[in-house]
């Protein structure tokens, strides 16, 4: 970061603070525009840093945008929760709320406004519902909401079937009703101006060489100490690693999708996210059809060494559901372990019958032996590499596994046809935590485990515990022993993105996958006294 970057932060900020005070004094309401929170004056913003924005994208939190600007529009929106570092839904611009049977709703903090300075009503509450809702990227984690309903500053949500969870789901960008503008393919995208939101932060200028600076209405802003934030455009993900190096901008999120990471020479923080990384079955595959089968397989497993050297140590192990760092799941007692016991799943697989080795070298029953195929995507060395690990391990059970590549259109038409035997995949989990599409037939993720019960009628492992979970008459210890002993589908791990950075940063960079910003507030640069 250098001294002319200072300087222009300097100049930018006083730009700012000099053209808010030649607002006007009232709001359209004639209410005093004095931001809420803290009555003392505001620290003035001392540091500038430069952040990436995607060549030709837009800023609108419902449009499909990069990663990129992704990271970059939760500095600019905020929900009515927040998602904390514990997977937690923390209330934002809510005071309170219930969550009763199939009824869930949040009363209105009375202090929050826009950054324009108008105030956030329910009605603006319910136009950003309907906007999330018909988007790509929060619609997952709003499929359970059946209707939405405004009254006074209280905000209803009917939900499809009860979720102890739901409130989870509601950290979508609340925006000011009627400023989300049609989206024209054949305009520039950068033209496209983002909604009114309530964020951090606010766009001054016109994108890419827009600043960002702290919103005076945010209450989270009244401490900030990053002034300005100036944008440098690049087309996303391409040689993003190499401009952070070089100087072009000072911190980006890599959410290591793409199964590849290079090393670089920067600060590094790592970001866990809710991308479960798991083993399907086909249950027209007899030997998955056996409890015995599945559970010895999930037991097998030696899920450390498929993080360290499948996935070069991103991840966290998981032999339930759920993430493990969720709070949730803390003190839950599980029977599982991340690590390989060899002599336990041989003994449940003798125990099923399978006590001999066939003349290929496969452990078999009187009637079948334990061979499949594994498919997974080609395109993903972290998956490639985690699949050999699995083959491999498997390998010391007389479990013979084949694997099959293909390339991700391949796989992802195999998938949903069913044209697999096993299958390495990954889901990126809702923030309600909801993993309804696992005990789903048909789901999206085509892994539910479908038997045939004594009168003939499908039905699918651990559905019902779920279900009775999600409504609070199953505890999640007694949910996790139960799937632990059934073992539907087997999760692997959970994955981790990296959090990277200048090291002319003199504080601790953490962020979530939600928020890769989420400590800002405390973010500080070294001065060229102290590099």
């Known amino acids: 970061m250098k001294n002319a970057r200072k300087i222009l932060s300097v100049l930018l900020v006083l730009a700012a603070v000099f053209s808010l005070c030649a607002c006007s004094d009232k709001s359209e309401g004639g209410k005093d525009e004095t931001p809420s929170g803290s009555q003392s004056a505001t620290p003035a913003p001392t540091y500038s840093i430069t952040l990436p924005v995607a060549h030709n994208d837009t800023l609108d939190p419902f449009k499909d945008i990069s990663s990129v600007n992704r990271s970059l529009v939760t500095l600019l929106y905020d929900g009515l929760v927040y998602i904390d570092e514990s997977f937690t839904a923390q209330p934002l611009l809510i005071s309170g709320y219930s969550n009763s049977g199939t009824l869930m ?9 826009f950054s324009d300075g108008s105030a956030i009503t329910a009605d603006d509450v319910t136009y950003s519902y309907e906007k999330a809702k018909a988007s790509s990227y929060y619609s997952a984690r709003l499929s359970n909401i059946k209707s939405v309903a405004a009254s006074g500053n209280t905000v209803s949500f009917e939900l499809r079937a009860a979720d102890f969870n739901a409130l989870a789901s509601l950290d979508f960008p609340i925006v000011k009703k009627g400023t989300v503008q049609t989206l024209d393919s054949k305009e520039n995208l950068f033209n496209i101006l983002p909604p009114i939101g309530a964020g951090r932060y606010i766009i001054k200028g016109n994108v890419p060489s827009a600043t960002l600076v702290p919103n005076p209405y945010c209450n989270r802003s009244q401490t900030m100490s990053i002034g300005s934030i100036a944008l440098f455009e690049v087309n996303d993900s391409d040689g993003m690693a190499y401009g952070l190096q070089i100087g072009n901008y000072d911190c980006w ?73 969720w709070s949730a799941m803390k003190n839950i007692p599980l029977s599982g372990k991340t690590s390989a016991n060899t002599d336990g799943a041989k003994a449940i697989l003798e125990k099923a019958g399978y006590t001999s080795i066939n003349h290929y070298g496969y452990r078999c029953s009187n009637t079948k ?95 019902d515990e779920y279900t009775a979970l999600l409504s609070g008459s199953l505890s999640m210890s007694d949910f996790c022993r139960m799937f632990e002993s059934e073992m539907p589908f087997i999760p692997v791990c959970y994955r981790c993105g990296l959090e990277i950075y200048s090291r002319d940063f003199s504080s601790q960079i953490n962020g979530t996958c939600y928020d890769n910003f989420y400590n800002i507030d405390t973010w500080s640069v070294k001065t060229e006294e102290s590099k």
Do not use: W
């Not at 709703?105 to 406004?113: A, E, G, N, P, Q």
């Not at 479990?399 to 046809?417: D, G, H, P, Q």
């Not at 990954?426 to 892994?447: L, R, Y």
């Open 253 to 325: 999120y890599n959410d290591l999708s793409s199964g590849q990471y290079t090393r670089v020479n920067a600060g590094l923080s790592v970001v866990p996210t809710n991308s479960l990384v798991y083993l399907a079955f086909n249950d027209d595959k007899a030997i998955f059809t056996e409890n015995a089968v599945r559970c010895a397989l999930s037991m097998m497993l030696d899920r450390d060494a498929i993080i360290s050297q499948g996935f070069q140590g991103h991840a966290v192990s998981a032999v339930v559901p759920f993430n493990p760092s």
């Open 105 to 113: 709703s949040v009363t209105l903090r009375s202090d929050i406004r």
């Open 369 to 463: 032996s334990l061979t499949c195929t594994l498919t997974v995507c080609k395109d993903n060395a972290f998956k490639l590499a985690a699949a050999q690990q699995i083959k491999e391990q498997l390998a010391k059970l007389n479990f013979n596994v084949k694997i099959i590549e293909l390339s991700y259109k391949e796989y992802t038409e195999a998938i949903a046809k069913g044209n697999y035997e096993m299958y390495l995949g990954e889901v990126k989990i809702p923030a309600n935590m909801n993993i309804a599409q696992f005990f789903t037939v048909g789901g999206t993720v085509g892994s539910a485990l479908r038997l045939v019960d004594e009168n003939e009628k499908e039905f699918v492992l651990c559905r």
